[in-house]
C-alpha cells in the first residue's frame, strides 16, 4: 500500500518557486517526511527531511502541516536542471530503515 | 567529498550467464543497500546490509545474493540471468549519524 500520494507531473516555469505536494494521512508518529529526486537515469538524490518542524537547506523548504499528514517540498527559484522525478517517502527513524520508493512526481522546469 | 562507488557502470551478460556488482559506500558508512530499477520503473529496494549482517530483504530473486565485506564493501551476485534483469542496479550508503541515504551512480546490466 502507498503510504504517500502525490500528482504524477507538474510544470513550473524556471525562474519561479516549484511547490510540490505530498499526502501522507496515515504517517506514524515515528516517521519522517523524507525528499528525493531522480534526475533522469542518475542515483536518486537527497534534498531534505523532517518530523514536525519545517526545515529549510540549501536546496529547498520543506512545509509540514500541524497534523503532519500532508506536507510540500519548494523548491525556491527552479532551474532547468531541476528537472526530475521528486520523491516523497516515509521513514521509521531507525537508522538502518529502507526507504521505499513510490510513483513520485515528474517535475518538468519550462524555459 | 567521496561518493558512493560502484562498478561496472555498464554490464553485458548473456541468458543464464552471472554477474557481479561491486559497491564501496562512502568512508564511515556502515549500512549499505541495493536497489534494482527496470526501464519505467521506480526503485525497488532488494536488500541492505548494516555491519556486514544482512538487516532487511526485500524482492530479491533467489537467484541473486549479497554480502557486505570487512572492508564494508558490498557485492551483489546474480546468476542464472534473465532478460527481465536488465536494469539499473544501485547500491546506496548511510550512517547512524545521519539517516539519509546517500546513492551511487548505478550500474546497467544489460542481459541478451
Known amino acids: 500500500d502507498a503510504k504517500t500520494t502525490q500528482p504524477p507531473s507538474m510544470d513550473c516555469a524556471e525562474g519561479r518557486a516549484a511547490n510540490l505536494p505530498c499526502n501522507h494521512s496515515?504517517?506514524?508518529?515515528?516517521?519522517?517526511v523524507y525528499w528525493y529526486r531522480q534526475i533522469h537515469s542518475q542515483g536518486p538524490q537527497y534534498i531534505i527531511h523532517g518530523l514536525k518542524n519545517n526545515e529549510t537547506n540549501e536546496m529547498a523548504s520543506l512545509i509540514i502541516t500541524e497534523d503532519r499528514k500532508s506536507s510540500t517540498l519548494i523548491l525556491p527559484h527552479a532551474t532547468l536542471r531541476d528537472t526530475a522525478v521528486y520523491y516523497c517517502?516515509?521513514?521509521?527513524?531507525?537508522?538502518?530503515?529502507?526507504?521505499?520508493f513510490g510513483k513520485g512526481t515528474r517535475l518538468h522546469i519550462l524555459p | 567529498a567521496a561518493g558512493v562507488i560502484q562498478s561496472p557502470r555498464h554490464l553485458i551478460k548473456e541468458k543464464r550467464e552471472t554477474a557481479t556488482l561491486k559497491c564501496y559506500p562512502i568512508?564511515?558508512?556502515?549500512?549499505v543497500y541495493w536497489y534494482q530499477q527496470g526501464p519505467g520503473q521506480d526503485p525497488q529496494f532488494l536488500i541492505s546490509f548494516y555491519e556486514k549482517m544482512q538487516s532487511d530483504k526485500g524482492s530479491i530473486p533467489d537467484r541473486f545474493s549479497a554480502q557486505q565485506f570487512s572492508d564494508y564493501h558490498s557485492e551483489l551476485n546474480m546468476s542464472s540471468l534473465e532478460l527481465g534483469d536488465s536494469a539499473l542496479y544501485f547500491c546506496?550508503?548511510?550512517?547512524?549519524?545521519?539517516?539519509?541515504?546517500?546513492f551511487g551512480e548505478g550500474s546497467r546490466l544489460t542481459v541478451l
Open positions: 568512508p564511515r558508512h556502515d549500512t
Open positions: 517517502i516515509l521513514r521509521r527513524s531507525n537508522r538502518d530503515d529502507k526507504i521505499i
Open positions: 496515515t504517517i506514524s508518529g515515528n516517521e519522517y
Open positions: 546506496a550508503s548511510s550512517s547512524g549519524s545521519r539517516g539519509e541515504l546517500f
